[in-house]
């Protein structure tokens, strides 16, 4: 992972996410519909590049998806083990499941909502909760940490 950051700064950072967390889970909450399927996606520390994934920013995904599976009001995918999934469906699907049930586990991976975490260049966290089917925008929030 990349950034570097002293032991002091890492509690400081988690401490300030942590509350950023907590105040916007309520307001994400209630723009989404219960039940719907949400996909978490990485969560990019831009600061470092287009690409990275810090300590800190593998810290908030981690929190956004624990937070969202405690609610057990949605079903959670989360794209950190996306590939191992669709591998091991692959497995299945191939000598041992007849077709209907192959398409039914494509299917399962489908996607009503995608959350977008990101820190950006100037060390803000972004949440964008973004509809999988018409791409619109259904909540964003950009935090100073």
């Given amino acids: 992972m990349a950034g570097c950051a002293s032991e002091a700064s890492l509690k400081a950072q988690k401490t300030s996410l942590n509350k950023i967390l907590a105040d916007e889970f309520k307001y994400i909450e209630n723009s989404l519909n219960e039940g719907s399927r949400i996909g978490i996606d990485w969560c990019i520390d831009t600061r470092y590049s287009e690409t990275a994934v810090t300590t800190v920013s593998d810290y908030a995904q981690r929190q956004i ?45 489908g996607l009503s909502l995608l959350v977008i975490p990101e820190i950006t260049k100037g060390g803000s966290l972004s949440i964008q909760v973004i509809d999988a089917d018409n791409s619109s925008i259904k909540y964003i929030t950009i935090r100073d940490f």
């Fill in 65 to 109: 998806e624990k937070h969202f599976v405690e609610l057990n009001k949605f079903t959670v995918v989360t794209r950190r083990y996306l590939y191992k999934i669709i591998k091991e469906q692959e497995l299945q699907t191939r000598h041992f499941i007849d077709e209907k049930t192959a398409v039914s586990n494509t299917h399962n991976l």
